[in-house]
């Protein structure tokens, strides 16, 4: 009986089989995570609390820095600027890392017959920390008296895109997943672990840096795994999938609109000017950042055929 309902139960699906140097990289990384946990109360000084003397990142790194609209701001316009694109940074991280422990211990139950043991236990602490960064970054907001920005899902096209994913392979998701946090992550690094941030800020994204590499690294080793043994023209459906979510993620990155609703002032571009976002989007200050930071994630992209140039 027991053996029927898991024969009903289990989808069919190509298992997840690592080679034995790949199988090394996910235990190194679980031995890892084991060793060095990320605790809420010690992460950061909660209590000195954010030096807002000290902006939350690099003026330079601003989504209209370089442009007109950000000449016509004042200086504490431009710092309120800054702030509000770290609010939207923070919690588009938050919406991310509630998604992930549903989404990979929903694989653990759902593929548990396709994934390997330490395939199936890093999921389980991958989700540990993302629940533990969901937390830190909640109290981040409350201390810089930042809003939580929009579910992504408002975003017709990116909802859409993500309402695909469901009923494909799990690597699916692990591939998106990796893509989401390779930008957000790279991002975060590239315009606050400089000299002039505010401490706090600085410091809270540089321990969760250290948690996000282990597992952008794991997000890799399976799906270069899945490249590797995946039939052509399997790897070719999914290349042009992810070709439109990397798209996406650049576009996010570079603007969104819906700074302009949590700004104290008249925002010099609204929700729906087009022309104008489309401008900053494509500033020569955005297309220099856009090539500087997000460099190694677009290199992999172009290795594996997901982007094409």
Known sequence: MEASIAAVSQPKTNPIVLDEKRQKTVRTLINASHRKLL???????????????????????????????????TEEQRNEVLWLETGRDVSYFIWLEQT??????????????????????????????????????????????????SHPENIPNYSLF????????????ICWNLLIE???????IFQTQTDGIDPLTRQMFKEHHLE????????????????????????AEMC?????????????????PEIALHASFDFPIKPGDEDKIREVRNSPNNQRLNAARFRDVREWCLKHNIIKQ
């Not at 043991?117 to 930042?146: C, G, P, Q, W």
């Not at 390779?182 to 975060?188: D, G, M």
């Open 39 to 73: 605790f809420l109360d010690q992460v950061v000084d909660w209590e000195k609390g954010i030096d807002f003397s000290k902006p939350p990142k690099v003026a330079e790194s601003s989504w209209i820095y370089g442009t007109p609209y950000w000449d016509m701001l």
């Open 240 to 256: 042009e999938f992810f070709q439109k979510g990397y798209g996406f993620l650049l576009d996010e990155y570079t603007y969104m």
């Open 100 to 149: 992930l422990p549903e989404l990979y211990v929903g694989y653990v139950n759902k593929y548990h017959g396709v994934l390997s043991d330490d395939v199936r236990e890093y999921l389980m602490v991958f989700s540990r920390e993302e629940i533990v960064h969901t937390l830190m970054f909640r109290r981040y907001l409350d201390k810089a008296n930042l809003r939580l920005w």
């Open 162 to 173: 993500e309402q695909q994913l469901a009923g494909k392979h799990p690597v699916y998701g």
């Open 182 to 188: 390779w930008f957000a992550e790279l991002n975060s």
């Open 212 to 235: 996000e590499v282990r597992h952008i690294a794991f997000a890799k080793t399976i799906c270069e795994n899945y490249f590797e043994a995946a039939p052509k023209e399997e790897l």
